[in-house]
C-alpha cells in the first residue's frame, strides 16, 4: 500500500516557475514508477510526466517538453516536478500517481493517486 500527498501548488505569473511534491509513505515506494498527472474542469485527465523507481529513465507529455522536469529521492520518498516557464495553460490541478510495474503514460496503469494540488498560471 502507498499513500501519496502533493504539495508545491499556487498562483504564479506566466513565465514563473514551481517545484511540486510528492511525498509518498510505504516502504514499498521506491520499487514504484511515478507519473505526474493534471486536470481541469470538463477536461480529460492529462499526463505531464513520467519517472522509473530508480530515476534512470523519465518521459514527458508533448506539451511539456523542456518546461518541465521530473526527479526523485528514494531516500526521501519524494518525487519532484520542476515547472519552469509557466503558461496559463498549465493550469490545473495536479496528480501525481504511482505504478507498481514500469511506469506508462497510461492513467489506468496507476494504482495509488494523490489527492492533487492545484496550479493556477496568471497572464
Known amino acids: 500500500q502507498v499513500q501519496l500527498v502533493e504539495s508545491g501548488g499556487g498562483l504564479v505569473q506566466a513565465g514563473g516557475s514551481l517545484r511540486l511534491s510528492c511525498a509518498a509513505s510505504?516502504?514499498?515506494?521506491?520499487?514504484?514508477?511515478v507519473g505526474w498527472f493534471r486536470q481541469t474542469a470538463g477536461k480529460d485527465r492529462e499526463f505531464v510526466a513520467g519517472i522509473s523507481w530508480g530515476g534512470r529513465s523519465t518521459w514527458y507529455g508533448d506539451s511539456v517538453k523542456g518546461r518541465f522536469t521530473i526527479s526523485r529521492d528514494n531516500a526521501l520518498n519524494t518525487v519532484y516536478l520542476q515547472m519552469n516557464s509557466l503558461k496559463p495553460e498549465d493550469t490545473a490541478v495536479y496528480y501525481c500517481a504511482a505504478d507498481p510495474r514500469s511506469g506508462s503514460y497510461y492513467e489506468n496503469l496507476y494504482d495509488y493517486w494523490g489527492q492533487g494540488t492545484q496550479v493556477t498560471v496568471s497572464s
Open positions: 510505504g516502504r514499498s515506494f521506491r520499487s514504484y514508477a
